[in-house]
């Protein structure tokens, strides 16, 4: 299975922006749909974004509002997160995982797929305060 690191995160104002990367090794991440999810203290765990791995099909979640950007450089085997206009509540622990599905679109669905299925990287904190 593929092994993924997952970084960028940091502390933030609100209104800023950060890129988070997940970065592969021990695979081929353009053979693997990614998704980014995170989780706040307290909370439930929730799928943010995915894309295919052919690239022309991606996910997100209602909450964001069109403030984040998912996206891949297959020939450096990682992916990212653009995260716009970061909001307080954008606070929480976002972990990158990766799985093969079989279908070229990806939607909720296939966040939940790759939350029971997929190949976890370790957390990167993002926390946006003033």
């Known amino acids: 299975q593929v092994q993924l690191v997952g970084s960028g995160g940091g502390l933030v104002q609100p209104g800023s922006s950060l890129r988070l990367s997940c970065a592969a090794s021990?695979?081929?991440?353009?053979?693997?749909?990614v998704g980014w999810f995170r989780q706040a203290p307290g909370k439930e765990r929730e799928g943010v974004s995915c894309?295919?791995?052919?690239?022309?099909?991606?996910y997100y979640a209602d909450s964001l509002q069109g403030r984040f950007t998912i996206s891949r450089d297959n020939a450096k085997n990682t992916a990212y997160l653009q995260m716009n206009s970061l909001k307080p509540e954008d606070t929480a622990v976002y972990y990158c995982?990766?799985?093969?599905?079989?279908?070229?679109?990806?939607?909720?669905?296939?966040?939940?797929?790759?939350?029971?299925?997929?190949?976890w990287g370790q957390g990167t904190q993002v926390t946006v305060s003033s």
């Open positions: 995982a990766a799985g093969v599905t079989l279908s070229g679109t990806v939607t909720e669905a296939t966040m939940k797929l790759l939350a029971d299925f997929g190949s």
């Open positions: 894309i295919s791995s052919s690239e022309d099909s991606t």
């Open positions: 021990g695979g081929i991440l353009g053979d693997y749909t």
